[in-house]
C-alpha cells in the first residue's frame, strides 16, 4: 500500500479532489514545491481575462493579490500562491475545506486508513490525538455535574471568543471595497496620539494609485505610502473614516473594542484613548457612494461640501449629476442649481434645500443608497 504507484494514485486524487471555485472556474490545488493552486487556459488572452476577474474577486473579499499568468507546455495557467489562498481560506470556508481535504489526502500514511465516499464528502479531519478520547474512557460513571460541565467546555477556546472582523467597508460610487483596520500613532503637540487607520496593500504603485483615485473619486482623502521596492499602501485615516454613517463606524468600535480586550496594558489604553477620540455621530452624507461632508451654521439646516484641487472636484460633480439625474429623473433640471462649485472650483457645495429634497422622498433615498 506504500509503493510507488499507491503514492502517485494519491497525489492525483488529491489534486482532483481538492479545489473550489473562484470567479466562474474551477481552482485545482497542489503540495508540489509548496501549497499553490491553478486554473489552464488553452490561451494567453483567456489566461489573462481570467487572472484580472479574479483579482477584482479577491479584492472584494478584501484580499489585494493579483494571480499571477505562466505558460505551461502548450497551455497558460493562472496560478494563485500560497499566502493568497491561506487569506482567501481565512474568509471563505470553501477554501479552507479544500486546503485540508488536500493536506488530508496527501499525508503520507493516509493510504493505512480507509477512504470512505462519504469522508471526502465531509470535512475531512487532521489527525485526532487521543487525549479528550482517553479522558471520555476514564471518566467515572455516573459522571459528577461538575466533572461534566468541565468535559463539555474543553473544546470551547477555539471558537468561544469570536475573531474580531478587524474590517470596514466602504459604499464608492462604483461598488463597495473592503479595508484592513489597525491601531496606530500620529505625533501632535509632541506625543504620540493613537488614532486608527484602513489600510490596503498592493505589491503594484499603479494599483494602489487607481485605487487612491477611486477613493478620492466618491469623496474620501487617502494617501499612498511605500512600504518597500514591492509593497504600497493605501491609507485612509481617521478623520476620514468618522466620515461613515454610524452604521458603518460599528465596525470600527467592535474592532478597537476587540484590541481592547485581547491586548496588552499599554494596547488597552491606547485603544480606549482612540474610542474616545473618535467621533461616532454624522459628520456627512452619503449620496449614491459619494461622501460630502455636513456643514453647520447657526440655527440653519447642514449643507453638504468637499473642498480639494479644481480637476478633483469637477469629477466629483460630474459623477455627483449623473447620480441625481438617474435618481431625480425629469425633477433633477429644477435642482440641478443647487449642486454649484465656488472658489474658482475648488470646493463643491450641495445646498440644504436640496440635501431636505433627497431626505422627503424614501424612494429616492433607496435609489442613491444614501445613509445619513
Do not use: C
Request: without cysteine; proline residues 5%.
Amino acid at each position: 500500500m506504500h509503493s510507488h504507484k499507491w503514492l502517485a494514485f494519491k497525489r492525483l486524487a488529491a489534486e482532483s479532489l481538492a479545489g473550489f471555485q473562484l470567479a466562474g472556474r474551477y481552482v485545482k490545488l497542489s503540495l508540489a514545491r509548496g501549497l499553490h493552486g491553478w486554473v489552464s487556459f488553452m490561451t494567453r488572452e483567456e489566461a489573462e481575462r481570467y487572472a484580472e476577474t479574479a483579482r477584482r474577486e479577491l479584492e472584494k473579499l478584501g484580499i489585494y493579490a493579483a494571480p499571477e499568468v505562466v505558460a505551461s507546455g502548450v497551455y497558460y495557467q493562472v496560478v494563485f500562491d500560497e499566502k493568497t489562498l491561506t487569506r482567501l481560506a481565512e474568509v471563505d470556508a470553501a477554501v479552507k475545506l479544500a486546503i485540508e481535504r488536500l493536506e488530508v489526502l496527501s499525508a503520507p500514511r493516509t493510504a493505512a486508513k480507509a477512504i470512505v465516499a462519504t469522508r471526502l464528502d465531509a470535512k475531512p479531519e487532521r489527525p485526532v490525538k487521543p487525549k479528550i478520547e482517553t479522558k471520555r474512557e476514564e471518566l467515572p460513571r455516573p459522571v459528577e455535574p461538575k466533572a461534566a460541565a468541565k468535559h463539555e467546555e474543553m473544546p470551547r477556546p477555539k471558537t468561544a471568543t469570536p475573531k474580531a472582523v478587524g474590517r470596514v467597508v466602504f459604499q464608492l460610487v462604483d461598488g463597495f471595497v473592503s479595508m484592513k483596520l489597525r491601531l496606530t500613532y500620529v505625533m501632535k503637540g509632541g506625543r504620540n496620539i493613537p488614532t486608527v487607520n484602513a489600510v490596503a496593500w498592493f505589491s503594484v504603485l499603479g494599483d494602489a494609485e487607481e485605487y487612491r483615485r477611486r477613493l478620492r473619486l466618491s469623496g474620501i482623502n487617502a494617501s499612498v505610502l511605500s512600504r518597500g521596492k514591492d509593497s504600497f499602501e493605501v491609507v485612509v485615516p481617521k478623520d476620514e473614516l468618522e466620515k461613515l454613517t454610524p452604521e458603518e463606524k460599528e465596525a470600527i468600535k467592535q474592532y478597537l473594542e476587540h484590541v481592547a480586550q485581547t491586548g496588552d496594558e499599554e494596547k488597552r489604553k491606547a485603544t480606549e484613548e482612540a474610542l474616545h477620540r473618535l467621533h461616532f455621530g454624522t459628520k456627512a452624507v452619503n449620496i449614491g457612494g459619494i461622501r460630502l461632508g455636513l456643514v453647520f451654521k447657526a440655527d440653519r439646516p447642514p449643507r453638504a461640501e468637499k473642498y480639494g484641487d479644481p480637476q478633483l472636484i469637477t469629477e466629483i460633480k460630474t459623477a455627483l449629476e449623473n447620480k441625481l439625474r438617474e435618481a431625480l429623473g425629469d425633477e433633477y433640471e429644477q435642482w440641478k442649481d443647487h449642486i454649484k462649485t465656488t472658489e474658482e472650483r475648488r470646493r463643491l457645495i450641495i445646498t440644504r434645500h436640496l440635501l431636505q429634497r433627497l431626505t422627503q422622498n424614501p424612494n429616492t433615498a433607496k435609489k442613491l443608497n444614501e445613509k445619513t
